[in-house]
């Protein structure tokens, strides 16, 4: 439907092409507190030895 389209719409925009990650689309006709998407990822680093900052909830407190 028009949702689908939509997010299939910016999901191939964002991507490169042969490089979009899986994914499954369910079609269902409720969610919790009226939420139209829902999106589970999964990723991984090119370099696993690469140090990546780690979000810090205390700085923002500041």
Do not use: L, S
Request: aromatic share 10%; charged share 30%; glycine share 12%.
């Amino acid at each position: 439907g028009e949702d689908f389209d939509g997010m299939n719409e910016v999901y191939t925009g964002y991507f490169k092409p042969g490089e979009m990650p899986a994914r499954t689309c369910v079609g269902v006709t409720w969610m919790v507190g009226g939420c139209r998407v829902e999106i589970d990822g999964v990723a991984r680093r090119r370099d696993p030895k690469q140090h990546y900052a780690r979000h810090d909830p205390e700085a923002e407190r500041h």
